[in-house]
């Protein structure tokens, strides 16, 4: 029996100035159908998620969704036609209910003549949230009572109100933990049952395997080939990706986990948060120190705390002169960096360019007299697209135009340019390809090598035993244990310590 096919893209080109973003992309989706769709940073796949759900044009090519021309104006045109998208980035606003957040540009469903009938409102918002396994959030509350993951669930019952004949799923599960996933791939494969169709785009080889019927890869913009589900292997998907083998050693392979006896940092007795509660530690020159947990551990709020970004309750961060680190700015101040799990809000003015973003924490060392020296700020900036390989035009484009891994690599450009000695590192290699994975584990090695110190807090045990010299464990906020690098980790071992 023949598929119908729901979205076909026929000869799809798009250029950002002389950047070809995609050329001659051939795309067919079926229905009943979840397509994975991967390739390296830069390699496409969010510039066709886009194109599809109306943010951006496309500059040639025909696309059709439901057997009839697809040329929307904008992201409610496309929802009109049909299309939903979640994304990985932030796409709650600031200032609204969870209800006003999911019937956004819907509210005259709800229109009462002059008044909104917010009862009706509240219920059909509460009924689509216990659908999708997120009761918890209440639908008159304001948005900002919930934390990023709560929110990213918030977009999703927005995007499936409308029962779109099209989801599509940009890298959202890297903003998702476990709980959140299994919800998430649940929704995504209800979706197929019912004969509609799922986009899904992930850096994840294992949950693409697990839960697509046929995955796409997408190469420096044009489209390489197609996967059916007896084809799919990680070691085939990765060689197309790249273009070439890559080794599954790519973490460091000393085993020893030496670093320097110099304390440069130390917490005593920190409480922060809602969780987080009399926590110390040390970290030491040249040391990577790894902090792993379940995602609502505390994790994420003692990187914070350790930069001096939230209030402490109780202890205090001791930088190695005696310095109290009790705000970014004296962080900053004393050589510290900051990677903000939620890179796109914490991390980057997205609508900035990368020079304004990599020259912010050395502007002392650029100003001559009251002004800045832009010769001095363009050479930084250079100095870091080289260093970090940015796929960029150049320093004036903005942030926001680039793909989350050389996103990613303006932030690390920011700190290595300001020379940090010590940096916080919030899931580093969140929502990026195995290519950018690898260079930014070889980065970490390099700084380590050079007497650098680093705070890496990931949810992926692997990465904390390939790159840690000691991983500390918390669990409900609190110290759980410490395991020292060697041969015999494994795991088994942190998950004991974690649950």
């Known amino acids: 029996m023949e598929k119908e096919v729901i979205l076909k893209c026929t000869k799809m ?57 697809h040329k929307p104006a904008d992201m409610l ?79 999703i019952a927005r995007a499936l109100y409308e029962k779109p004949e099209l989801l599509i799923v940009d890298e959202t ?46 190469r420096d913009g044009r489209l390489i080939a197609t996967l059916n589900e007896d084809e799919m292997s990680i070691p085939k998907m990765r060689s197309l990706m790249i273009g070439r083998e890559i080794s599954d050693e790519y973490y460091r392979t000393d085993l020893d986990g030496s670093f320097g006896e110099e304390v440069v940092l130390k917490a005593e007795h ?36 350790v930069y001096g970004a939230v209030k402490l309750l109780t202890g205090k961060v001791i930088y190695k002169d005696g310095t109290e680190i009790k705000s970014p700015a004296a962080a900053v101040s004393k050589k510290m960096g900051y990677v903000s799990k939620n890179r796109d809000i914490e991390s980057l003015i997205l609508s900035s360019s990368i020079t304004s973003n990599v020259a912010l924490p050395s502007l002392n060392k650029l100003q001559k007299g009251v002004y800045l020296s832009a010769k001095d700020e363009e050479a930084l900036t250079n100095e870091q697209i080289k ?8 320093g004036a484009q903005t942030v926001d135009n680039l793909s989350g891994g050389n996103k990613q690599k303006v932030v690390f450009g920011k700190w290595i340019g300001n020379k940090a000695e010590i940096l916080i590192l919030d899931c580093p290699t969140r929502g990026i390809d195995i290519g950018t994975k690898v260079a930014m584990y070889k980065l970490m090695y390099r700084l380590k090598q050079e007497g650098r110190s680093i705070i890496m807090i990931s949810e992926e045990i692997p990465e904390l035993i390939g790159m840690s010299d000691r991983i500390i464990v918390i669990r409900d906020g609190k110290l759980s244990g410490i395991l020292e690098r060697s041969d015999t980790l494994n795991e088994h071992s942190v998950i004991e310590c974690m649950l």
């Open 77 to 155: 045109e496309a929802q009109q036609a049909g299309i939903s998208m979640v994304v990985q980035e932030a796409g709650t606003i600031q200032n609204l209910t969870v209800m006003a957040n999911i019937f956004v540009g819907k509210e005259e469903r709800f229109s009462r003549g002059l008044f909104l009938d917010k009862k009706a409102m509240k219920k059909e918002a509460q009924q689509i949230l216990d659908e999708i396994g997120a009761s918890h959030i209440r639908a008159d509350d304001s948005i900002m009572r919930y934390n990023f993951e709560d929110r990213k669930l918030v977009e």
């Open 387 to 394: 260093e970090m390989s940015i796929k960029c035009e150049n």
């Open 173 to 218: 599960t890297t903003a998702l933990p476990h709980k959140g996933r299994e919800v998430l791939y649940r929704l995504m494969k209800k979706q197929a049952k019912e004969n509609r169709a799922v986009l899904f785009i992930s850096h994840d080889m294992d949950e693409l395997m697990d839960n697509c019927n046929a995955i796409t890869v997408l």
């Open 270 to 305: 920190l409480s922060a948060g809602e969780i987080l509660e009399d926590f110390s530690f040390e970290l030491h020159r040249g040391e990577i120190l790894g902090i792993g947990g379940l995602s609502d551990c505390g994790m994420h709020d003692l990187g914070k705390a």
């Open 13 to 69: 080109c798009k250029s950002f100035g002389p950047t070809k973003a995609l050329v001659d992309v051939d795309l067919v989706v079926n229905r009943g159908e979840i397509r994975g769709l991967i390739g390296e940073n830069g390699s496409g796949k969010s510039t066709i998620s886009s194109i599809v759900a109306g943010v951006l044009p496309y500059d040639s090519g025909n696309i059709e969704f439901l057997g009839k021309p």
